[in-house]
């Protein structure tokens, strides 16, 4: 199953991710379960709103107090951030059928059958996905100084599979974001995903994904090329060639100061030409 968390504003491209899940996920003969986590009040919905896909609101899983005390220390992103573990951990408490759970944030679309991606799951508890696979080598940036600061893999695209272990990790990041999940370089954090450079030397059964027809974004676009063939997208990269493109998150295209990389020198005209190709599938939100 697929769960997303967003702000109401977010929700018509958490709408659009769901869709593209429900299209391309497999290995199921009924239609896939979608979750959307809303960091929000319920109560500023437009009127008359209606999902197609179930809503978890924040105020079901924290208190009052907490609530108040967490979105005033917060702003919308941190406090999203915070609450991402618990959200994860609720929807395995929920779902006690589901052995495996896809986050995704609403930026990302999936292009293609996700078969590949369930079939990680098979010998691992959780999956990560590196901002990057190898150094710039060069004057680029952003480079290796400024992943040290916002972490090595994106809390973007997360998989993991019902464990013991699982849990142990969604409690132990709980406990670390719901009061460390500011945005703060002097002190060393950054949001909920910092943390997870942690995860494959604290958890077992971590397999981090290097795949470069995953997680297509404007990061890692200058050590990949992307190309349209008669089978689909693929993507080269250091990690490999001709890989078929699996999902592509579209942070920061539409608005530049949306994420960490708003200043950027490392992207050649060709691959940005080519994520702009890629953009009519979320045009329209």
Same mark, same amino acid.
């Not at 078969?115 to 098979?122: G, R």
């Not at 972490?151 to 670390?176: I, N, P, V």
């Given at each position: 199953m697929l769960l997303t968390i967003c702000t109401i504003r977010q929700l018509p491209q958490a709408l659009a991710l769901g869709d593209s899940f429900c299209q391309y996920a497999a290995n199921?003969?009924?239609?896939?379960?979608?979750?959307?986590?809303?960091?929000?009040?319920?109560?500023?919905?437009?009127?008359?709103?209606? =999902?197609?896909?179930?809503? *978890? =609101? #924040?105020n079901e899983l924290l208190g009052p107090t907490q609530l108040e005390a967490l979105s005033a220390g917060y702003t919308p992103t941190e406090f999203a951030a915070a609450c991402k573990p618990l959200f994860i951990a609720e929807t395995f408490r929920r779902y006690p059928a589901e052995e495996k759970l896809l986050y995704a944030d609403p930026n990302i679309q999936f292009l293609r059958s996700l078969?590949?991606?369930?079939?990680?799951?098979?010998t691992a508890n959780i999956i990560l996905t590196p901002f990057i696979t190898r150094s710039p080598g060069d004057t680029s940036w952003p480079d290796e100084k400024f992943f040290?600061? #916002?972490?090595?893999?994106? =809390?973007? !695209? *997360? @998989?993991?599979?019902? =464990?013991?272990?699982?849990?142990?990790?969604?409690? &132990?990041?709980?406990?670390?974001?719901?009061?460390?999940?500011?945005?703060? !370089?002097?002190?060393?954090?950054?949001?909920?995903?910092? &943390?997870? @450079? +942690?995860?494959?030397? !604290? !958890?077992?059964?971590? #397999?981090?994904?290097?795949?470069?027809?995953? +997680? #297509?974004?404007? &990061?890692?676009?200058?050590?990949?090329t992307i190309r349209q063939e008669n089978n689909g997208w693929l993507a080269n990269g250091p990690e490999g060639q001709n890989q078929l493109v699996q999902f592509v998150n579209f942070k920061g295209l539409a608005n530049p100061d949306e994420g960490f990389f708003r200043t950027r020198n490392a992207y050649s005209f060709q691959n940005v030409l080519m994520f702009y190709y890629c953009w009519p599938i979320t045009a329209s939100l």
């Open positions: 199921t003969s009924d239609k896939p379960l979608v979750l959307i986590g809303l960091v929000d009040d319920p109560a500023r919905l437009p009127a008359g709103f209606v =999902s197609p896909y179930p809503l *978890l =609101s #924040i078969s590949p991606v369930w079939n990680q799951l098979a040290q600061n #916002i972490g090595l893999y994106s =809390s973007d !695209f *997360l @998989m993991f599979r019902r =464990s013991d272990e699982t849990k142990r990790l969604l409690a &132990w990041w709980a406990d670390r974001v719901q009061e460390r999940a500011y945005v703060d !370089f002097c002190a060393g954090l950054c949001l909920d995903q910092l &943390w997870l @450079m +942690h995860v494959p030397v !604290f !958890f077992r059964d971590v #397999i981090v994904v290097k795949n470069p027809g995953w +997680h #297509i974004a404007l &990061w890692n676009l200058p050590e990949r």
